[in-house]
């Protein structure tokens, strides 16, 4: 008769192919619970922009293939741990959620959608933008929140197409990104809004720096995931104001 290893809760994450920073992060911000893990499948991005050929990346078609692979590993729930709904439109990631939990039976969310959440949650409608994006992919998602109700008063980008090239970025060159921010507009809070940035390192001395919460897309993910699985967010220790705070 085998040992059981005891109850284990198991995170999927769909992820774009290029990415090298949501995956080591997210491992990272969950190394304090034993029971807890994170996996991942990927699907073909390496360009945003709004180019046909760069939107066509996010096709329904091969997240759902992505997803169901994950559910093979039987997860407790599902993130699209991306952002491209910022400038796609919200909807995209509540039909592509819904089509996912169709498909696979699996509590499904994504980075864009935990975030609006937790604007929601948290009563925040000013909004500081950290991005590495191009200027039109920026432009459509302050757009996308100024009609959900959220006003971007200061941003930042790095006009950069990416997206490997994103997870190059500097914590230096995020953190002055969120100085200029916070100093120019006054924000309630500050997103950085990509899950290839590696944003959610600097959070904590950020926020303890700016004085207002950091609501990285990486850590929104691990958030609404952890909820989705039946597992407290504030047992992730040290990564943010998010998990102590945002019930």
Not at 128 to 134: A, D, E, I, R
Not at 190 to 204: A, D, E, K
């Amino acid at each position: 008769m085998k040992d059981s290893v005891g109850e284990r809760r198991f995170l999927g994450m769909l992820t774009p192919s290029s990415n090298t920073v949501l995956e080591p992060l997210t491992a990272a911000a969950l190394s304090g619970l034993p029971d807890v893990t994170a996996h991942f499948s990927r699907f073909t991005v390496t360009e945003i922009s709004l180019a046909a050929q760069a939107l066509s990346q996010f096709d329904t078609r091969p997240m759902l293939a992505a997803a169901r692979l994950l559910a093979d590993a039987r997860v407790h729930s599902i993130c699209w741990n991306g952002t491209s709904a910022g400038w796609k439109g919200f909807a995209a990631d509540e039909e592509l959620c819904a089509e996912i939990e169709l498909e696979t039976g699996i509590a499904t969310c994504s980075s864009v959608l935990a975030l609006n959440e937790i604007f929601v949650l948290t009563g925040v409608q000013r909004f500081g933008l950290v991005t590495p994006y191009l200027d039109d992919i920026q432009a459509a998602t302050i757009a996308n929140y100024g009609r959900a109700g959220f006003e971007c008063v200061a941003e930042r980008h790095l006009g950069d197409p990416g997206n490997f090239s994103f997870s190059e970025v500097s914590e230096a060159t995020i953190a002055q990104m969120c100085q200029e921010v916070a100093a120019e507009g006054k924000p309630e809070a500050i997103s950085i809004f990509c899950t290839n940035l590696r944003g959610l390192s600097i959070v904590p001395e950020m926020e303890a720096e700016l004085g207002i919460p950091i609501y990285d897309t990486i850590a929104t993910a691990i958030w609404k995931s952890l909820k989705l699985a039946g597992i407290d967010p504030d047992r992730v220790k040290d990564r943010g104001r998010l998990f102590q705070e945002v019930s």
